[in-house]
């Protein structure tokens, strides 16, 4: 059987006959502004986050070239096209802009397009909050380019070393935007990744094991689960930067106890996860391109996917291998240094995995296998390189030198190369159209050639210390031929840019599958897909996909087979003619993400104003004043818009859903975000005991007087947890009463909690002790006020549910929102019986 | 006592570089380069063969079992042969870092004359350095020097680092040594000059808008000559703090 006879059969899932295209009839078409304003679809938020990651590499890029500009020859002082505060704000930006607003964006606009398809949903768990993920992560870039306007942007490098980061040595305005955009931006991530977890873990189609899920949607699984830990762990260290920045705490002072290497725990914690949560996607990219075009099955599949979750679980303990010329003891270093290459073994399977596969195929090399292909062996160069800087001696001539930018460029950027390779393979699905594939090969080569000239003479002028631009002579001609090699590269993303644009408004129509050997769903329905994904209920349960009729799907996730009518056995999926009447009707539009993250952005701008507890002085400190007041009501009005707003979404659970059967889609998003709640608050308490480690575990005293206020609270608390238990029996019994004594107790007593509170502080600021006086005030009443913060969520939450259940709700037998409630407060009183001994008592 | 006892051995052996730490950096870079270089072609090079000879020619697919679209995955097998590539990469991995750990003791192992050898303060700030030459007993001996760090060839220099602002980071490249400068830490760690002559240190962290001109010249002579030099800075101190007496003045 030659490679013309494998077409697809049913390969095109258009609209079976009869049926319109009524899910599209309830959002604007794809032409107008508004649609792409109000859209939920998770095809829709992919497109938007692929070309809104493309514009942020230009952003990025040409931080880079005004960078390479400046290395073009050692600079003398005064000279150069760039000043040494602008160049210090273009590394930073440089840095910042590429790893957060360009590279996980657009590996997660693959994620939001093709990982329900791979798995056989409709959309994700949380359309909604998906369309806000992608709506904060515009918002905060577009702070980002605020901040240049301010003073000076960030100038500290991407990594925002203390104390460096606090205003004594930072002042400008646009440094704390920065910072305040990157913290909109963790927000985004944390809600995208609960979506994710929730959507991959309980919407998959009936037979599709976790075993059996395509190597990119395990590569994604694996991504949002280190970043739910690890973006929790930036989170903190983001907030205690922006409290010493804001608010005036003295956290990350030069003379506070730990200050420089606590930030430096905090951020590299996350650092290194980050490293691999960015690389990940484009490992699933590389593992689906190298099956598709050389026609054989993944080398090892169960191994890779081991390797992977390895990986994933050993990226939280490699941390101090970025610290390894700090104080840190012997011990410590060598723990790490074994650490470091205990990582890289699971790489070293994944790689040959992937080189083996080529093996006995029939390669095909077009434009997404080039960028594929380069992208593996660029990838092996960096991490070789990366086993030098594991061992510790070496690492101690490599660090803070080009070895370092070299190594990083190599691994970093051959993600970007496999994340380009995937743009190209699924570009047709996403579009329809199919790119000129001429050009593609022209733009490889071009691309391969800069990337080389741009990143190996770093190798060869290794000794040349980081953000520096007065180097030595002997380095000039390698900096020429890098300078020389971004431009090629830069060029050639140019010239991707334009033959997608290109492709897409004038290129040849693309098949449902114009990849022969391809196996994954998104490959079985049209390109692009129809609103709802499938002409049916995707099943795997006969040992291949089919697309079941509504009868038969009920049929399939009871367990008996499939209905038969006509089943082929070709190999080719199975298309069953059947009523498919929407019952439900599903929900699409929403604004009110869109209206959230613009009023984050607005209070994201009027807090830039606030340094160290109060606003500036006339016209200027009353726009920021105002602007945060504006900005801070209208995110809370928003918010409560959107729980208002009715909006009707898939639910899971229907086909494979370990380990979660049986919890349902909202109750999973909230046990998933406590995770990442436990985390941030586990950092907030790590922080605190450093500092008080570093400084005197015994001279420390506790800045309350007594610790009877505390108890009091301890006592608050738990009883009001005990009555928002009464609340959700009295719910399962019907008893409207009995509803709203429950919440109305919570509420008060949650009020007592707030009072008593506020009598503490008052006093304690009378005193003269505030959030600046000291670093044990500092630690006390941010991590306290990041629990009362906490406390006033819950109890804003807690009204809403006293509105409601006075209308009659919850009693119908719809009482889900008080249990979620219920494991969101209990969450608030377990954290307070580890603050109360920790701040009051030892 | 007894991970001690093995650590001992080996580094008696002579498989571990010893020497200063310009000599034990390059011969295990050189190693290292020689060895990366090595796997990294015939990796690349066994990835190249592959791509071409099994590249798509059109004609006969003699494998009926390719990819269909629709299928569950099924792994690939070739199990053993991964395992085998694995463990090979292992133990060439595992063994370098291994190598080089001894190398680490040696450079950390605290030095066997704790008394002989020059010991220095350093501490950085934006945007230069400031040396301050100490006892045996951890004391400043009064000779303070900004922007040259001066020390006698041969010697063990024992220096403590530290910073009075931002965290820095002091390395010499020309001596192989680099430690952070860290505000509220200090970090030890040492060097020794095997010939004369100026080596530049420079920033490795980056501190602010001086960052690329944070530089000290270290400047190493001669015993002799180095001696001649302590002793009058010594006598310029003292002479500094008789005339203040002698002035009755702070």
Not at chain 1, 73 to 98: D, K
Not at chain 1, 176 to 181: D, H, N, Q
Not at chain 2, 118 to 147: K, P
Request: aromatic share 14%.
């Amino acid at each position: 059987m030659s490679d013309d006879d494998l077409q697809t059969d049913g390969g095109t899932a258009s609209a079976l006959p009869g049926e319109s295209h009524g899910d599209d009839a309830h959002l604007p078409p794809k032409s107008s502004v508004k649609r792409w304003l109000v859209t939920t679809n998770h095809k829709d938020v992919g497109i938007l986050y692929t070309v809104t990651a493309m514009f942020f590499v230009l952003f990025g890029g040409v931080l880079a070239l005004l960078i390479r500009a400046q290395m073009l020859s050692p600079r003398a002082p005064g000279t150069g096209p760039l000043s040494a505060m602008a160049y210090n704000q273009a590394v930073s930006l440089h840095g910042l802009i590429m790893v957060f607003w360009f590279l996980s964006p657009l590996a997660f606009g693959f994620a939001n397009y093709i990982v329900p398809l791979q798995i056989g949903a409709e959309d994700l768990a949380f359309p909604r909050l998906n369309a806000l993920s992608y709506w904060l992560y515009l918002t905060s870039g577009l702070l980002v380019f605020t901040s240049f306007f301010q003073g000076a942007s960030f100038a500290g490098g991407w990594t925002m070393y203390a104390p460096l980061n606090i205003p004594a040595f930072m002042p400008s305005i646009g440094a704390t935007t920065t910072v305040l955009a990157l913290l909109m931006f963790t927000v985004s991530v944390t809600v995208g990744g609960v979506n994710f977890i929730t959507t991959i873990h309980r919407m998959r189609a009936p037979g599709l094991t976790m075993r059996s899920l395509p190597l990119f949607t395990w590569s994604i699984l694996l991504t949002v689960w280190m970043m739910l830990f690890a973006f929790a762990a930036l989170l903190a260290a983001l907030m205690i930067l922006l409290s010493d920045r804001l608010l005036g705490t003295t956290y990350f002072a030069a003379t506070t106890a730990g200050g420089s290497v606590l930030w430096t725990h905090l951020f590299w914690f996350f650092g290194h996860p980050e490293v691999y949560i960015v690389f990940f996607p484009a490992l699933g990219a590389m593992a689906e391109i190298f099956q598709t075009f050389s026609g054989r099955r993944i080398v090892g599949r169960k191994w890779f996917i081991v390797s992977m979750v390895l990986v994933a679980l050993q990226s939280f303990i490699v941390w101090m291998h970025h610290m390894f010329l700090t104080a840190i003891n012997l011990q410590v270093k060598t723990l790490f240094m074994a650490t470091t290459i205990g990582i890289s073994l699971p790489f070293d399977l994944m790689v040959f995995a992937l080189i083996y596969t080529l093996i006995k195929g029939r390669i095909r090399w077009d434009t997404p296998m080039l960028f594929a292909f380069g992208s593996l062996v660029l990838f092996i160069v960096g991490g070789i390189t990366g086993v030098f800087l594991g061992a510790v001696v070496l690492d101690y001539e490599f660090r803070g030198t080009y070895w370092v930018v070299a190594h990083f460029h190599y691994v970093m950027v051959s993600g970007v190369t496999a994340l380009i390779g995937g743009l190209y393979y699924w570009f047709p699905k996403m579009t329809g159209k199919m790119y000129d594939e001429f050009l593609g090969k022209i733009t490889f080569a071009v691309y391969f050639t800069g990337f080389n000239l741009l990143y190996f003479p770093m190798f060869l002028a290794w000794g040349t210390p980081r953000r520096v631009f007065a180097y030595r002579p002997e380095y000039l001609v390698w900096h020429q031929v890098a300078s020389v090699g971004g431009l090629i590269l830069g060029i050639s993303f140019l010239m991707v840019i334009y033959n997608l644009t290109k492709s897409l408004l004038s290129g040849e129509e693309a098949a449902g599958n114009p990849w022969p050997y391809s196996t994954t769903a998104e490959w079985a329905v049209s390109s692009p897909p129809p609103m709802e994904n499938f002409p049916g209920t995707p099943s795997y349960t006969s040992g291949v996909l089919e697309f079941l009729g509504d009868d038969e799907s009920s049929e399939s996730s009871s367990g008996t087979a499939a209905a038969d009518g006509g089943t082929a056995t070709d190999g080719g999926m199975v298309v069953h003619e059947g009523d498919h009447e929407e019952e439900v009707h599903i929900d699409h539009a929403s604004y009110w993400p869109l209206v959230i993250a613009v009023f984050s952005f607005i209070a994201a701008v009027g807090l830039s104003g606030l340094q160290l507890g109060s606003y500036p002085e006339g016209l200027g400190g009353t726009f920021y004043m105002a602007t945060s007041l504006i900005g801070s009501l209208g995110v809370i009005g928003a918010v409560s818009g959107m729980g208002y707003e009715s909006f009707t979404a898939h639910e899971g659970g229907a086909g494979e859903a370990w380990p979660f059967e049986g919890v349902e889609n909202t109750k999973l998003g909230i046990w998933v975000f406590l995770a990442s709640d436990v985390v941030l608050f586990g950092a907030f308490i790590g922080a605190a005991i450093f500092i008080r480690v570093d400084y005197g575990w015994m001279q420390w005293q506790p800045v309350p007087h007594t610790a009877i206020p505390g108890l009091v609270n301890t006592y608050l608390l738990l009883t009001s947890s005990f009555s928002v238990i009464l609340a959700l029996v009295a719910a399962q019994k019907g008893s409207r009463n009995g509803v709203l004594a429950g919440l109305v107790t919570t509420f008060f007593l949650g009020i007592g909690f707030l009072v008593n509170k506020a009598i503490e502080w008052i006093e304690l600021f009378h005193e003269g002790v505030w959030l600046s006086t000291n670093v044990r005030a500092s630690t006390y009443f941010l991590t306290t006020g990041l629990h009362m913060g906490h406390v006033v969520a819950g109890l804003l939450i807690t009204a809403y549910l006293i509105w409601r259940a006075w209308g009659g709700a919850y009693t119908d037998g719809n009482d889900e929102p008080l249990e979620y409630f219920g494991l969101y407060w209990h969450f608030v009183d377990i954290v307070w019986l580890f603050l109360f001994p920790l701040f009051y008592i030892i | 006592m007894i991970l001690d006892a093995i650590a001992a051995s080996i580094l008696q052996s002579g498989i571990v570089p010893e020497g200063t730490r310009v000599q034990v950096f390059q011969e295990i870079y050189w190693v290292f380069l020689g060895l990366g270089t090595l796997v990294g072609a015939v990796v690349i090079g066994y990835m190249l063969y592959n791509g071409y000879k099994y590249r798509y020619q059109g004609g006969e697919d003699k494998d009926e079992d390719r990819p269909k679209l629709g299928e569950i995955p099924t792994g690939g097998g070739k199990g053993k042969k991964l395992f085998t590539s694995l463990t090979l990469s292992a133990i060439i991995v595992i063994s370098l870092i291994a190598w080089t750990y001894g190398t680490l003791l040696y450079v950390e192992a605290a030095p066997e004359q704790p008394d002989a050898g020059v010991d220095v303060h350093v501490e950085g700030y934006q945007f230069g350095w400031d040396f301050t030459y100490l006892n045996n007993a951890g004391n400043s001996t009064g000779v303070e020097t900004t922007g040259t760090l001066r020390v006698p060839v041969d010697t063990r220099v024992n220096i403590e680092v530290t910073s009075r602002d931002v965290s820095h980071n002091f390395g010499i490249p020309g001596l192989k040594v680099k430690t952070d400068a860290l505000p509220g830490y200090t970090t030890k760690t040492w060097f020794e000059a095997s010939q004369t002559g100026n080596y530049t240190a420079n920033c490795y962290e980056l501190c602010g808008q001086g960052h690329s001109y944070m530089e000290a010249t270290v400047v190493a002579m001669e015993q002799d000559e180095y001696e001649d030099w302590y002793a009058s800075q010594q006598n310029q101190t003292s002479t500094q703090n008789s005339s203040t007496v002698a002035a009755g003045g702070a």
